[in-house]
């Protein structure tokens, strides 16, 4: 079984024109004329469906099932669409309300969620809301976490190029040896190895048996240091805590993370499965 566990929504655009339009600011930068190329190779299909796109992409990659991942609690609504087109692909988390509100009760909103509407986890993005991840905020995602045994994503480490805003300044994953160990059934995602805060990611991930690491983004904006990354990883930690993820803003570069992951030959067959797959479902209780 395959399963990317951190994908976003994609927006119903054409992806070609979406791409072009990042000349504005990528141009000659390097992960930018390599996705180019890239996308070159990937066959795609014209449909007004973004959610036909996707599963079409999906199929492709031969991944079997999807953690969908929202970026706020409007997008918490959108997911439930795109598991009921495809309810045996998509897996929804749940972004909690991540600013302070007293009209507010955040508990029984969480409740909600997992009781009655079927979230399988939790996206945290408290560091686009410049907050770091020990903020208090995160309390009641970990206690529901704990008491659910549901896993959290938590946004870490460099934010999608160009976002220019200040998210690194928020984002070291040291934060998590905050609450780690006071939550031991929460298990805990962290995104993009951490990058650039890898030996940290890397280093909490040996430290607590509850943390794991995902590799969302890595793939496709620097393949030479992923080899590297996960080598490192491995010799640490062993590769039953590494998580495949895309993390692209489009369908097609799903496609394009996984191909990375087909080419490997500095890995086995059994460590690939693991990453690609594995890991993933015993997570997710699969």
Request: aromatic share 12%; net charge negative; charged share 25%.
């Amino acid at each position: 079984m395959r399963i990317d566990f951190h994908c976003h929504l994609f927006q119903l655009v054409n992806t070609r024109s979406r791409l072009e339009s990042g000349e504005v600011f990528f141009k000659g930068y390097e992960f930018y004329e390599r996705m180019v190329k890239k996308f070159q190779e990937i066959k795609s299909i014209e449909t007004p469906s973004i959610m036909e796109k996707t599963v079409f992409h999906l199929n492709s990659a031969n991944i079997d099932k999807v953690v969908l991942l929202p970026v706020n609690t409007k997008e918490n609504q959108e997911i439930k669409k795109w598991v009921e087109y495809a309810p045996d692909i998509f897996i929804p988390f749940y972004n909690a309300p991540e600013k302070a509100n007293s009209n507010i009760d955040v508990k029984n909103e969480i409740e909600k969620a997992i009781i009655e509407y079927g979230y399988k986890g939790f996206k945290v993005m408290l560091t686009f809301r410049e907050k770091k991840l020990n903020d208090p905020l995160i309390h009641p995602v970990l206690e529901a976490a704990q008491k659910y045994k549901l896993p959290i994503v938590m946004h870490c480490g460099y934010p999608p190029p160009g976002t220019r805003r200040n998210v690194l300044t928020y984002s070291n994953p040291i934060s998590i040896d905050d609450f780690a160990s006071s939550y031991p059934r929460a298990n805990i995602i962290i995104t993009h190895m951490g990058y650039p805060f890898t030996d940290i990611a890397i280093a909490l991930a040996a430290q607590y048996h509850n943390v794991y690491l995902d590799l969302s983004n890595l793939a496709y904006m620097m393949p030479s240091r992923l080899r590297e990354l996960l080598i490192q990883a491995k010799e640490i930690i062993g590769t039953h805590k590494i998580l495949f993820g895309s993390d692209g803003n489009n369908p097609e570069m799903i496609e394009i993370a996984i191909n990375y992951f087909d080419e490997i030959d500095f890995l086995t067959k059994e460590d690939l499965e693991n990453i690609l797959g594995l890991n993933a479902a015993k997570l997710l209780n699969l």
